[in-house]
Nanobody, 115 residues
Framework: VQLQASGGGLVQAGGSLRLSCSAS????????IDWYRQAPGKQRELVAS???????QYADSVKGRFTASRGNAKGTVYLQMNNLKPEDTAVYYC??????????WGQGTLVTVSS
């Protein structure tokens, strides 16, 4: 199973970006896909948790600004980020806990928010 995240870039504070994550591989089995981020010098933190069905959970720091969603294709999720702040600057990763292979991380996509 491989995860491919994309959509990062440089944006001014108050701007928006949309990240995409696609999982590929045969017969992968996951309960959902999560978005994490890691800012320079900080620990990786959970941003949004997207179960296969049911309610999507968000970190308090992004509630009301970020919206995660499921794509039509299996293993595809999005993260719409609005009203971005400089403190949102980080490498954003998608992650799955695959039932056979365990923890799988995507390669990350860099989001830089300038003030």
């Amino acid at each position: 199973v491989q995860l491919q995240a994309s959509g990062g870039g440089l944006v001014q504070a108050g701007g928006s970006l949309r990240l995409s994550c696609s999982a590929s591989g045969t017969h992968f089995r996951v309960n959902g896909i999560d978005w994490y981020r890691q800012a320079p010098g900080k620990q990786r933190e959970l941003v949004a948790s997207i179960p296969n069905s049911g309610r999507i959970q968000y970190a308090d720091s992004v509630k009301g600004r970020f919206t995660a969603s499921r794509g039509n294709a299996k293993g595809t999720v999005y993260l719409q980020m609005n009203n971005l702040k400089p403190e949102d600057t980080a490498v954003y990763y998608c992650y799955v806990d695959e039932l056979t292979y365990g923890d799988i991380w995507g390669q990350g996509t860099l989001v830089t928010v300038s003030s």
